[in-house]
């Protein structure tokens, strides 16, 4: 079966770097993306990575290693705002999106 | 640029009654457009896709259907709510390129709540 795996909940504090890792188990690979979702709000798009290596975009930068089925988004300077549910999604063979649970990140002053 | 339209924000249906949530997108041509439903503490769950006027893929059995009467419309359908069609529900287009479908953007969201 497709799987992807990213921790249920995480803290960090203000002004820290929190890193949010994502690991997947998909038929077939066409990108993986990450979203941010505030609670009771619609997703919105971070990050697209399908080669391997670092994604830079201001405070947040996303890596991927199609070999180890392995991602990480990375928040710097870490804002209040940035508390919010972080997803990890594979896009596959089928080119269909493979959802991962999502990543509660809770920041704390 | 492109936007898309999602409603009610909100809704209380009781068991048994009809359902008709409806998605516009706009600013684009053919887009692919995507029902979702997203559990408290899940990830989001693919109900329906289309790639085109009157075509519609199911990934999931239930008693939801949706249609696509024109190219930018995207509705979702029950004849019957059950209690376990509770759920937060999300509409979604992507664009088709040469190199593989975009990004998908979401509408607001409907929160649905059966009782």
């Known amino acids: 079966g497709q799987n992807i795996d990213q921790p249920t909940e995480m803290t960090a504090t203000e002004g820290a770097i929190v890193q949010i890792n994502c690991t997947y188990q998909t038929s077939g690979f066409n990108g993986l993306f990450w979203y941010q979702q505030h609670a009771g709000e619609a997703p919105t798009f971070l990050s697209y990575?399908?080669l391997d290596g670092l994604e830079e975009k201001g405070r947040f930068s996303s890596f991927l290693s199609r070999s180890k089925g392995y991602s990480y988004l990375l928040l710097k300077e870490l804002q209040m705002k940035d508390s919010a549910s972080y997803l990890c999604?594979?896009?596959?063979?089928?080119?269909?999106?493979?959802w991962g649970a999502g990543t509660k990140l809770i920041i704390k002053p | 640029s492109q936007t898309i339209h999602q409603w009610p924000a909100t809704l209380v249906q009781p068991v048994g009654s009809p359902l008709s949530l409806e998605c516009t997108v706009e600013?684009?041509?053919?887009?692919?457009l995507y029902w979702y439903r997203q559990a408290a503490g899940r990830g989001l769950q693919l109900l329906f896709y289309?790639?085109?006027?009157?075509?519609i893929s199911s990934e999931v059995p239930q008693n939801l259907s949706a249609s696509r009467p024109q190219d930018r419309q995207f509705i979702l359908s029950s004849k019957k709510l059950l209690l376990s069609d509770s759920g937060f529900y999300l509409c979604?287009?992507?664009?088709?390129?040469?190199?593989?479908?975009?990004?998908?953007?979401f509408g607001q969201g409907t929160r649905l709540t059966v009782v």
């Open positions: 979604a287009w992507s664009a088709f390129t040469i190199r593989g479908d975009t990004e998908a953007f």
């Open positions: 999604a594979v896009r596959d063979s089928n080119y269909q999106l493979i």
């Open positions: 600013g684009t041509s053919n887009p692919n």
């Open positions: 990575n399908v």
């Open positions: 289309s790639v085109g006027i009157g075509q």
